[in-house]
T-cell receptor, first 116, second 111 residues
């Protein structure tokens, strides 16, 4: 069965370190998304990609970067981790259906990141 | 930036009760999705509504899209402990592929 996976599931790091969170999907979806989830804020979009070599900034992109070298993967990098980036991170993917704006997003299980 | 409000933020009820949660905005949406998220997992799509006034039923869950496509409601009949979770609305503007999520309603159904 197709799936979307994230690794690691839990990560503790120190302020200033570079951290990369992995996201891998076997749906062959063109669209991939990274969100962070914090209490009181719901899910906020960090970066997204509509295809290989395409990346776009979301609502809360400062301090994060992504690259899309193939269809299956969209790694999220925190260039210099800060305590404010302690959060739960979700990756999602979607295909592009014939109906405008009705695509289902399939989410990974999340990565809990703690920055000390 | 659209202002999206979900209410109530928290809801705790007894098994068998009925409840309604709301998703409101001043913006007009091209479509709206409802997702449910259980602890330790990612959100899962429940339904997509597209047409103003549209009503969709999923077992004991009834979803309605407002006539003006600015709001939506989710009604659960005879709630069960398995309905416990975070309910998130996610509207789309102009058929964009990215979603904006509301902050959600945390529902707890007590046995």
């Amino acid at each position: 069965d197709a799936e979307i996976t994230q690794s690691p599931r839990h990560k503790i790091t120190e302020t200033g370190r570079q951290v990369t969170l992995a996201c891998h999907q076997t749906w062959n979806h063109n669209n991939m998304f990274w969100y962070r989830q914090d209490l009181g804020h719901g899910l906020r979009l960090i970066h997204y990609s509509y295809g290989v070599h395409d990346t776009n900034k979301g609502e809360v992109s400062d301090g994060y970067s992504v690259s899309r070298s193939n269809t299956e993967d969209l790694p999220l990098t925190l260039e210099s981790a800060a305590s404010s980036q302690t959060s739960v991170y979700f990756c999602a993917s979607s295909g592009t259906s014939g109906s405008a704006g009705t695509d289902t997003q399939y989410f990974g299980p999340g990565t809990r990141l703690t920055v000390l | 930036t659209q202002l999206l409000e979900q209410s109530p933020q928290f809801l705790s009820i007894q098994e068998g009760e009925n409840l309604t949660v709301y998703c409101n905005s001043s913006s007009v949406f091209s479509s709206l999705q409802w997702y449910r998220q259980e602890p330790g997992e990612g959100p899962v799509l429940l339904v997509t509504v597209v047409t103003g006034g549209e009503v969709k039923k999923l077992k004991r869950l009834t979803f309605q899209f407002g006539d003006a496509r600015k709001d939506s409601s989710l009604h659960i009949t005879a709630a069960q402990p398995g309905d416990t979770g975070l309910y998130l609305c996610a509207p789309r503007v102009d058929s964009a592929r990215q979603l904006t999520f509301g902050s959600g309603t945390q529902l707890t159904v007590l046995p």
